[in-house]
Every structure is written in structure tokens, then in C-alpha cells.
């Protein structure tokens, strides 16, 4: 699959996944919603518990309305994709599901299917379903000039649009060994981004982003950006699971936000 391929499915992925999460509703109560995940020799019961978790939270989105839209392109997914879609478009389920579900209740079994003599997690859930549906259409964040592909000790830069309101920005960064908010920084300060102006990352000449690996492996690191109307900090341990806090507690129109994952060879 070719990379612009790739960001043309994840594209779509992310715009169908985020339209609906804006202005807060009263969540919606789900019981027994239920993901499975086969273990094999490739997949450890922790991993396949895991998955049999993410599964069930979407069958809870399913559950609560909330995935119609998105469903279709659900089932299209298939091994055939290749391991850096299937690796991108499971962080993106993490980052669009996990600010949605807060589960209640979880029970997690190991079933033996006797048809297929395999061993599966099965994982149920009980959740609140957050629903959200009103979005500024004209609020935008356009990123471009980001590589596929980079060697230890290159330099990473970009540009970048707001487009609809002038914003503040900022850049997370998650590698093996945790999170860290890139920007704004010491050197860089939280400035205000005007609408419609292209900007490079990083901002200034004061410092730059240079790759490096934290092992001998090749470094896969995700990236998120998010843009705000107003100025709210972010002052928690960069973590998935506080960045996903800190981004739900901002209502839906008045931010927006990039993903992107690239490879550190």
C-alpha cells in the first residue's frame, strides 16, 4: 500500500471518527456490549486482551448510535493493508475511542471455540458513551511536509494552516519511553497562530527536532497536534490517557486536531 494511499484512508478515518465528537451531550448508558480476539502464536493473551477490549468499546459506540457513519469503513479493513495502516489505525482508535467510552464494568473470560480448536478473550463491558455532534465545519488544522520514513539525526520539520479561527497550538510527541509535549517550550513560546498564515515547525531557529532512536530497533513515534481558540495549557505528566483527559475536557468547537505516525530507521 503506498503512503499516499495510506494518508488518503487515514484521512478519511480521522475526519468520519472526529465529525461527530463535538458539544456535549448526556452520555448514553450501554450494557453488555462484547469484543473477542483470538490467541495464537503472534498474539499473547495479554494482547488479545487488549484487542477483545478495544473491540468491545466500539460495539459500545456501535451500541449507543454513535459509529453508524463509520462502520462501512470498519469492515474494509483487512490484513492486505499492511502493518504500518494496521499500526496507525489502531493508535487512532485509541486516541477517538478513549476519549469517548468510560467503562463501568468489565469482565474479561478465555473461551475455547471447539469449531476452530482456537483459544479467545472475550471482553464485556458495561459504559457510558459520551455523544457529541456539533462541530465548526470552517476550523481546521492542515499539516504538511511530514516524511514516512527518517534516519537517526535527521531533522524533523513541517508547515502548517489553522484554518477558520486564529489558534494556539500544541505538539505532543510519543515514543517507547513516554510522552512529551514538543511545543510550546522554553525557547518557543505559546503564541498565537493567525488564521489562514503558513507556518514551519519548528517555529524558530533557536531549536530544532532532531530524531533519535531509544534503542537499536527502528523507533515508531506518534504524533498529535491540537489546535485551540483559546489558550489552555497543558500542565499533567504527558501521558495517552491524561492528553486525551486534558483534549475532551476542551468543547469539540473550539479545538481541532492532527495524528500522524512516522518511523525513525
Known sequence: MNRNCLVGWICLIVLMMTAPLYAQQKPVKVKGAQGRWQVSEEVTLKEAEERAFME?????????????????????????????????????NVLAIGGMVNVTQKKVEEIWDVDSRSLYKVVTIDALVQKEQEVDKSYALEVKGIATLYKEGDLFTCRLKVHGTDSYLKLFWFDSKGGELIYPNTYEGDNLLTAGREYSIPFSNAVDYRMEKQGRDSEKINMMMVATKENIPFTDEVTYQNVLKWVYAIPGSKRCAFYDMILIK
Open 56 to 92: 468491545a468499546k466500539k460495539e459500545a459506540l456501535r451500541k449507543a448510535g454513535v459509529m453508524e457513519n463509520v462502520w462501512s469503513v470498519f469492515g474494509q479493513i483487512t490484513q492486505e493493508h499492511g502493518t504500518e495502516f494496521s499500526e496507525a489505525y489502531s493508535q487512532m
